[in-house]
């Protein structure tokens, strides 16, 4: 059974930085890719970024020069490093991860962290 767990949330001021990490319980090589995505109050969840098995990033237009997205395989852990933090970013995020098989394709959560950034 696949784990992920956030950490790093928190509250911030705007302008600020936070840096959030998704732990797996085992090797993040059997991911397609890794993600981040984030869910505000009233609104639908939505991919942040992501960083697939060989190091291709992407972004959403809304974070693109502000967040960045990296890998530690050693470590088995995916971060989001978040700068020049507003207030619309507060969300919970949630770490994801895609594996696909032979057989289906599967998606893991973790169970996320609150991010909250005033103004």
């Known amino acids: 059974q696949v784990q992920l767990v956030e950490s790093g949330g928190g509250l911030v001021q705007a302008g600020g930085s936070l840096r959030l990490s998704c732990a797996a319980s085992?090797?993040?090589?059997?991911?397609?890719?890794m993600n981040w995505y984030r869910q505000a109050p009233g609104n639908q969840r939505e991919l942040v970024a992501a960083i697939t098995s060989g190091g291709s990033t992407k972004y959403s237009d809304s974070v693109k020069g502000r967040f960045t997205i990296s890998r530690d395989n050693a470590k088995n852990t995916v971060y989001l490093q978040m700068n020049s933090l507003k207030p619309e970013d507060t969300a919970v995020y949630y770490c994801?991860?895609?594996?696909?098989?032979?057989?289906?394709?599967?998606?893991?959560w973790g169970q996320g962290t609150q991010v909250t950034v005033s103004s």
């Open positions: 085992g090797s993040i090589f059997r991911f397609n890719a």
């Open positions: 994801n991860a895609e594996e696909a098989t032979v057989a289906d394709t599967y998606e893991y």
